[in-house]
């Protein structure tokens, strides 16, 4: 005898919902949610707007800049923030590869994607994780969030996006921002609560008020942790290109959608390569600077 | 001059989620054990009195856990009391509202601690302006001050270094600097020469003894160190688990410890060096060449007598007039440790 024949009815076959009710809860949702999107869609779109104003308006700058210039320009910030001029001579020697397989202008598109919406994760980021650092509460709200944007799969919330945004550059770069900004916000949040409580004392000792502690003590001790986290946003958007091209947004990952759609083999990996390549860069100059920024905790001697 | 004494009455701390439950039970008498074996909460300070004199260093020491670095804490308020009260210019810091406390912290006090606790991220000049740049001092004129009060603690040239390119002396000494910048009546030092080597420590004593020789600020100073508290103290205050168990000058001390613990502490100490030689003169003069002012320790006082070969010295005040009179014998006397103890 079984153990199957022991046991009642419900134990064996899962008790499910119906299956009207199912479909009727799964419409039910959908619907209100269509209705939310005709009711709201246009207010929505108009809050992006100046969004979507600036990240046209930036994609138009670096398409809009003579090639030469622009290396010039990209060379420089490299120096500014790495200070090695091995990496300058890198670059530019990239940029030129990049430009000459014909990449140019794929490319200055997924650099604006990127540099804009690296700029919007670092603007509520920070903030964000200032305020979780501040209460263990909005700590214990936002951490869970955090979690669900990091592992949903992408696929799902751009369903949403797109039925609020349609198709076009804001909704990927919100799909690349929900995917990129847990790093900052979780790295400012756990740079601010490691700093030193001695020194903490100190600077309230001295009266300190909460804001000048925040801005004179936390965050400039904070500052490498932080930067740590910047730099896994960027990355983090960079790896987001792909499936951002899927919902419109334009540049080296819709090559790469391309190539996947029609097995362009050499196609997708030129665009993939060139991915790699700005990664690089930025991943390189972003440690160094941040290495750089704390430069008054390395020389130690008795 | 105005009065900066500070007094510390009836003050209590227990650590816990509910400290103000148990006052009552503490002060029926239940001991810091039992609070904690029954009811999870840690008796701090229990009954804290304190007078600390305007203008003089009013040492408090213990080992540790004896509740030192939490009475300190209570002056500027970085931990709030459970009951009493600490009155400094007939105000009740413990009872200032949030902005008074920060004028307070900013104008009236200064801390120098154990580990230090400068800015990493900034220089020397940076973190000795730190407190008075929270002022609101300009910039031109907070790096004057700063950089006065880094020459007097001897750190000429090292302005632009950062905390950790220092040893520890020098950077207690930033620390030092940093406090004395804020040209606060009240100095609060927490173990402040604990984690410094011997001879360090001894070099920073130094310097402290110098420059409240001209500043006569109210300094508490925290310490385990029962010579370092003789030397410095011109009070004392001894506390265990959290309670006073003796106060006092460095001789009353010496001379009468309150119970077994304070004498075993005393045993080892140089009498020589803290016992003044007021305390053993006879009220008559005697018509002696060598001549002693008041105050000096008896150490001073047989050094004197032993090198003009003589038995006998007059003890005078500050103008000159002979009060009193020693003897070589009593001040061997005084300097060797009673059997009783």
Redesign the interface.
Known sequence: MSLKEMLPEYMIEFPEMGRADLRDLKKGIDQSFRTFTRENGEAIENFFYPLKMFMVWFEKLLLGTPWPLMILVLCLLVWLGARSITMVIGTAIALLVIGYLGMWEDTMRTLALVSVSTFVCIAIGIPVGILMSKSDRIQAVIVPILDIMQTIPAFVYLIPVLMLLGIGKVPGLIAVCIYAIPPVVRLTNLGIRLV?K??L??A??????PR?KMM??QL??A?PNLFAGVNQTIMMALAMVVVASLIGAHGLGSQVLKAVNNQYLTLGMMNGLAIVTIAIVFDRVSQKFGKRL?K??????? | MADNSIEVKGLYKIFGPHGEKYIQMVKDGMSKDELNAKYGHVLGLKDINIKMPSAKIQVIMGLSGSGKSTMIRHI?R?IEPTVGEVIYQGQDICKMSKSDL??????K???V?Q?F??????TVINNTL??IE??GVARAEAEERARHWLSRVGLDGFEDN?P??L??GMQQRVGLA?ALT?DADIL?MDEAFSALDPLIRMDMQTILLELQDELHKTIVFITHDLDEALRLGDRIAILRDGEVIQQGTGQDIVLNPADEYIADFVKEVNRGRVIKVDTIMSPTAPAASLQIPTGSSLEFAAKKLTDSDISEAAITDTSGTPIGGITMKAVIDAMVTPATH
């Open positions: 030193d001695d020194v004392e100190a309230d000792a001295f009266g300190a008020s000048q004179q003590v400039p001790l500052l704390q008054h905790s390395e020389k130690i001697h008795g | 500027n970085l920060l004028a307070f912290r900013r104008h006090t200064a801390m601690f580990k606790a400068l800015l990493p991220h900034r730190f407190g929270l002022q950062y950790n390119q040893s520890g940093r804020n609060l």
